[in-house]
């Protein structure tokens, strides 16, 4: 959750403490009687405390709220021994849309990379989706990828195709997700990916200020069924389903 606060303060200045987690939006006086601002700050445990340090002592009162990112309408399918995974998906509402495919697969001993994804609206033509990442196991044909649709239409419902450059011999799951409030110019601010052999997974990336939301998908191989994939506490599980000789699994962060 991301946490916004909103201060009005009398005749003085108004500055974060050092080392807070808040990050100003803004911080401006009216005439001489008022000041205002406002801050936000990524929640941590049970509560998450707004501070601010006045000039002076003075009159001043606040409020806080708990925001939810948006994401919503989850669809999540598995497949095996196909060149092509296709199945129904409505597209999200609100403003500001962004659509996000994740797919995990095994191509056990061939080499098969991703070679597209579209969106098709019932009774319209396909859309190609962005291929945002990509990432293959070194050493093996194991992937994770995730293509991008933006802005969709609001609540359309289509299809949507992932496709390969040949069939798919050990497990494919795909998910898709919707979000709203996404900024439309830039809408990918950062990627990166990571492969190994190790117990457990993690990818760092790069990010500006806690008003932006990391959506990672993940591959994970072994004899089916594929052990079950614990997502760490500060994550949001979008799947988590296994087909064959893969596991794909989603979540997001804040």
């Not at 409020?63 to 409505?90: R, W, Y």
């Not at 990627?191 to 959506?215: K, M, Q, R």
């Not at 998908?217 to 799947?239: C, E, I, K």
């Amino acid at each position: 959750d991301l946490v916004f606060d909103t201060l009005a303060a009398g005749n003085t200045t108004v500055s974060l403490p050092t080392g807070s987690g808040q990050t100003q939006q803004w911080n401006a006086n009216q005439l001489t009687n008022v000041r205002g601002a406002a801050s936000t700050e990524t929640a941590s445990g049970a509560s998450t405390s707004m501070d601010w340090t006045l000039g002076t002592s003075g009159a001043w009162a606040t409020g806080a709220v708990t925001i939810k990112p948006v994401h919503s309408a989850v669809t999540c399918v598995t497949a095996d021994d196909v060149q092509t995974v296709g199945f129904s998906h409505t597209t999200g509402t609100g403003s500001n849309r962004l659509m996000l495919v994740g797919v995990s697969w095994n191509s056990d001993s061939t080499a098969v990379p991703s070679s597209g994804a579209t969106f098709t609206p019932d009774g319209g033509s396909a859309v190609a989706l962005t291929k945002v990442i990509e990432r293959q196991r070194s050493g093996q044909n194991r992937y994770a990828a995730i293509y991008s649709y933006l802005p969709p239409t609001p609540s359309q419902a289509g299809t949507v195709a992932v496709n390969f450059n040949d069939t798919v011999s050990a497990g494919i799951v795909v998910g898709v997700t919707n979000f709203a409030g996404v900024d439309q110019t830039t809408p990918i601010a950062a990627t990166n990916g990571a492969d190994s052999n190790t117990s457990s997974i993690s990818v760092a990336v790069p990010t500006a200020d806690s008003n932006e939301l990391v959506f990672d998908t993940v591959f994970r191989g072994g004899n089916a069924p594929v052990p079950f994939l614990v997502v760490d506490s500060n994550q949001t599980s979008g799947w988590n389903m296994h087909m064959s000789n893969t596991r794909g699994a989603a979540s997001t962060a804040q």
